[in-house]
């Protein structure tokens, strides 16, 4: 075997899982791309109020972890607004339980951070994998040395 080829060969080792945690990382970011749509138009809070106010809305999620309301409106248009006030919350809620919007309307309120979406679980689990891929690579590695 001559230099150049023994140099090659203990390159290589290194080119696969390099090669892999790129892939990971690419899927990753094209999952979290896709999963963080926002279909919805930013509009002001009154504006969302009166929709509500005029039985215009199809259906709304208030979403209280994050201070944002997310409405459907009867012509299928979708907006979503924030808001700083804590009260502002209780006077959207009020007002979506006088018009009981046709479609519904959901309140989503988060407690605590620890609760974690599937989408963070996936992607939690995916590191891992990642890591215990490498970590496996790199000491076969050292023992072929």
Do not use: C
């Not at 999620?61 to 502002?88: A, C, L, M």
């Amino acid at each position: 075997m001559t230099e150049t080829s023994a140099s090659r060969s203990k390159k290589r080792p290194l080119r696969k899982p390099l090669l892999l945690v790129l892939t990971v990382v690419s899927a990753v970011v094209a999952g979290l791309a896709l999963f963080n749509r926002d279909d919805y138009e930013q509009a002001d809070l009154p504006f969302i109020t009166r929709q509500i106010q005029g039985h215009k809305v199809w259906s709304a999620t208030v979403r209280d972890k994050e201070q944002r309301i997310e409405i459907t409106t009867t012509d299928g248009q979708r907006f979503h607004s924030e808001w700083k006030n804590p009260g502002q919350a209780r006077e959207l809620v009020d007002a979506l339980q006088e018009v009981q919007p046709a479609g519904g309307y959901t309140i989503e309120v988060s407690t605590t951070w620890l609760l974690l979406g599937p989408l963070e679980i996936f992607v939690g689990a995916v590191l891992i994998a990642v890591l215990v891929a490498v970590s496996r690579r790199a000491r076969r590695f050292q023992k072929d040395r």
